[in-house]
């Protein structure tokens, strides 16, 4: 039995050094690769105000999360939700201003837990399947919404509702093991070893 965990997160923006957070979480446990219906979901307090240009992509509002928890009362039970399970995800390798690299699912959620707390989750935890879609189809075909476009998958609440935590990482669970299953393919046929997160 397989084990893995589907994770998005949304933020106030994108840089941990510009003093961005985290304001949403979602985890979704898939056993063999299918998700079995447990997942772990919160909105929390940023601690800080949300940029309006942040809200017009996920919709999440000052108001909606001034009544709600801080990350580090959520930190437990989402630790112990990972445990000790690859954690898949998609995200851009974008650079940090002193030229390191920075994804922000990564760098933002390890944040989080530090300053909780908690052990930051370990690179060879992380599995960051946008390198696997850029080696395959190239940089700019490798967007989520390519990803699901490439496997036909309904993006359709995405377009309309704009991106959530929870809704990005049930798609991404959809594509993850035809994604996998081609990178496969790929990889024996170019012989390339796998890129890191």
């Known amino acids: 039995m397989l084990r893995e965990v589907v994770l998005d997160t949304e933020t106030t923006g994108f840089f941990v050094a510009d003093g961005h957070r985290l304001v949403s979480v979602t985890a979704i446990e898939l056993i063999d690769r299918k998700p079995t219906g447990k997942e772990f979901a919160v909105i929390v307090n940023p601690e800080r105000d949300i940029p309006a240009e942040t809200t ?24 112990d939700f990972i445990g000790a399970s690859p954690i898949i995800i998609t995200c851009h390798t974008m650079k940090n201003p002193d030229g390191s690299d920075y994804v922000l699912d990564i760098d933002m959620l390890n944040m989080e837990m530090k300053k909780a707390g908690f052990k930051p989750f370990p690179a060879s935890q992380w599995l960051n399947v946008r390198r696997w879609a850029e080696a395959m189809f190239g940089h700019d075909e490798a967007s989520l919404n390519k990803i699901l476009d490439h496997y036909k998958i309904d993006r359709s609440a995405r377009d309309r509702d704009g991106h959530s935590a929870t809704l990005d990482a049930q798609l991404l669970a959809a594509a993850y093991p035809k994604l996998l299953a081609d990178y496969k393919k790929f990889k024996k046929s170019h012989r390339t070893k796998p890129p890191s997160p």
């Not at 992509?57 to 709600?68: A, F, L, Q, S, W």
């Open 56 to 79: 017009k992509v996920h919709g999440i509002t000052d108001e909606m999360v001034k009544d709600k928890p801080v990350f580090a009362a959520a930190a437990k039970d989402l630790q």
